[in-house]
């Protein structure tokens, strides 16, 4: 379905990233990978296990502006073209206000909201060139807010903002920009969460459990392809019906 398409899916050496990198080089995408440092081991394993010329890597912090930079040249320079960006890079640091340091919020602003601008920003005019689709990780909790995630909340709360505007500016140029609102899927951001509070959790989504990175990637490939073609600054809801 993505013969000839590049794909860029940041934050993709592991969890719901690692799984999108996956599912698309399964469909013939060629894949920018991209991570930070510490991931190098995973995203080259990762890189291997797609094989051939068919993905590369690329280490870079997307809350650092000129790290996204370099990225978007050497992606021009490997695959001559990025067709999709995919917008999955994000962290948590819980705390209650009360508790939360200055660092703390800063931390996760810069890495879940700025980082989704700084991308949005320097490979537009590739995505342009090519009329493809911006596709950003929000979450649940962006639009409901929970207890101890101000920091998350406020950052995945703006990149709804941010995809509804940036679909205006862009439509008229062919480009579509959406984003999905994942509910608890499981991977190491949920691991943590403690049992008693995971039973809670699944009490509370209809489908009564968490879902799966497959899942997710599923809808990111639909959302990614043309059958999506007439969605724009959509915010799609993935959460096993625990948003009803
Ligand atoms: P994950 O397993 O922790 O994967 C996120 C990846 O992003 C990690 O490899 C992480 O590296 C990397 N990363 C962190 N900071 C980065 C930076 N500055 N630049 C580039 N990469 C960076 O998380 P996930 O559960 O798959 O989540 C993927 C996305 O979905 C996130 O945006 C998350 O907020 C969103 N989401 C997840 C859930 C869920 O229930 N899992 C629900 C709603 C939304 P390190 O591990 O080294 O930090």
Redesign the pocket.
């Known amino acids: 379905m993505f013969k000839d398409k590049v794909v860029l899916i ?2 993709s ?5 690692k799984t999108i990198a996956l599912k698309f080089a399964a469909q013939g995408a060629k894949i920018a990978l ?3 440092q ?2 190098e081991e995973n995203l080259k394993q990762l890189k291997e296990k797609i094989g051939g010329e068919g993905s590369e890597y690329f280490l ?4 650092k502006y000129e790290d996204v930079e370099k990225m978007a040249e050497e992606i021009k320079n490997k695959f001559g073209q990025l067709d999709i960006l995919i917008n ?5 640091q819980d705390k209650t206000l009360a508790n939360m340091t200055k660092e703390q919020w800063q931390r996760v602003i810069d ?2 909201l700025t ?1 989704v601008f700084n991308c949005a920003k320097v490979c537009l005019p590739l995505i342009i060139q090519s009329q493809g689709k911006i596709i950003s ?5 962006g639009q409901r807010g929970n207890f101890g995630q101000t920091n ?1 909340a406020a950052a ?1 709360a703006g990149i709804i903002g941010f995809t509804k505007s940036l679909s205006k500016e862009v439509g008229p140029l062919g480009v579509n920009v959406n984003a999905i ?5 499981e ?4 691991e943590v969460i403690p049992e008693e509070l995971k039973a809670m959790i699944k009490k509370f989504t209809s489908l009564r459990r968490f879902g799966k ?1 497959e899942e997710v990637a599923d809808l990111i490939l639909f959302l990614a392809s043309d059958k999506a073609n007439f969605i724009t600054g959509a915010v799609i809801n993935i959460d096993g019906g625990m948003s009803i």
């Not at 050496?13 to 990233?17: D, E, P």
């Not at 870079?60 to 809350?63: I, L």
């Not at 990780?137 to 909790?141: F, N, Q, R, T």
Request: with cysteine; hydrophobic share 35%; proline share 7%.
């Open positions: 940041t934050g050496s592991q969890g719901i990233g991209n991570d930070i510490p991931q870079a912090d997307v809350s999955n890079a994000g962290i948590c890495i879940d980082g990780m929000s979450s649940l909790i998350y995945k609102a994942p509910g608890f899927i991977t190491k951001l949920t990175p």
